[in-house]
């Protein structure tokens, strides 16, 4: 069983003139609903072997967000390929895992997570700023998730 958690970062700032979309970092409403968010899923006891993230400021603020509610003390790691990523580029970054890894956190950004749930697990609407879904997978090696061996657990959201 491999179970995959996929994050999206909580609302950004507002766009500066001239500021890269990459340096946009959470709003203190994004802050906000990232420590909510991380707080209510650390209550759930998730042991997490991998957070891997996006090294985009936002995305790499919830990781750390996320890694101190979990008390994980090992390193993000950043993955320059989830920052607007195709899906099949998500989908082979999560299948190239080390198979010693059973539980991963994923945090990135769309429309690559929403094409990512769509394709897994047949999800039907956009993947919200700040949601949480869980996917379990009912096989023993990253290489062999697919749709027909995933299973959507929880789909949780800031505003629920």
Same mark, same amino acid.
């Given at each position: 069983m491999k179970k995959l958690y996929i994050v999206r970062h909580a609302q950004k700032e507002e766009e500066q003139l001239g &500021?890269?979309?990459?340096?946009? &970092?959470?709003?203190? /409403?994004? %802050?906000?609903?990232? /420590?909510?968010?991380?707080k209510f899923f650390a209550s759930k006891?998730?042991?997490?072997d991998l %957070?891997?993230?996006?090294?985009? /400021?936002?995305?790499?603020?919830?990781?750390?967000?996320?890694?101190?509610?979990?008390?994980?003390?090992?390193? %993000?790691?950043?993955?320059?390929?989830l920052y607007r990523a195709f899906v099949n580029e998500l989908i082979e970054t999560i299948?190239?895992?080390?198979?010693?890894?059973?539980?991963?956190?994923?945090?990135?950004?769309?429309?690559?997570?929403t094409a990512l749930a769509i394709t897994l697990v047949e999800f039907r609407e956009e993947f919200k700023m700040g949601a949480i879904m869980e996917?379990?997978?009912?096989?023993?090696?990253?290489?062999?998730?697919?749709?027909?061996n995933a299973k959507l657990i929880s789909y949780e959201t800031p505003d629920k």
């Open positions: &500021q890269d979309d990459y340096d946009r &970092q959470l709003s203190p /409403k994004g %802050i906000e609903d990232s /420590k909510n968010m991380a006891n998730p042991f997490i %957070i891997i993230s996006s090294p985009a /400021k936002r995305t790499k603020e919830t990781a750390e967000i996320f890694a101190e509610a979990l008390e994980y003390k090992k390193s %993000i790691m950043p993955n320059d390929i299948s190239y895992t080390f198979d010693t890894v059973n539980s991963m956190l994923l945090i990135g950004h769309n429309p690559s997570l996917i379990d997978f009912d096989c023993d090696s990253w290489m062999d998730i697919s749709k027909e």
